[in-house]
C-alpha cells in the first residue's frame, strides 16, 4: 500500500527528477534520459542535474508512450 502513496506523491510534484520519472512510468532511468535525449518528453536543466514536467511525463503515458529503441509510436 505504501507504494501506491510513493507514486500519488510523485503526480503532484511540479518537477521531477529522471529517477522519479523511472519509478512512476516503471522503466530504467536510461530510458528517461533517452526520452528526453529524443525529445518525447521535455526536460529542464537546473544545474547539473535536468527536471522533467509531471504534466508532460502524465501526457506521454496517456498517449501511449514510444518504443525508444526504434522511435514507433506504441
Do not use: Q
Not at 37 to 58: E, F, H, N, W, Y
Amino acid at each position: 500500500m505504501e507504494e501506491v502513496g510513493r507514486e500519488e506523491s510523485l503526480v503532484k510534484a511540479v518537477m521531477l527528477y529522471p529517477n522519479e520519472v523511472a519509478e512512476l512510468m516503471k522503466v530504467s532511468r536510461w530510458t528517461v534520459y533517452e526520452l528526453v535525449k529524443r525529445k518525447k518528453l521535455p526536460a529542464t536543466k537546473i544545474g547539473r542535474g535536468i527536471r522533467i514536467p509531471t504534466r508532460a511525463v502524465m501526457e506521454f503515458i496517456n498517449s501511449g508512450g514510444t518504443d525508444v529503441l526504434t522511435g514507433k509510436e506504441a
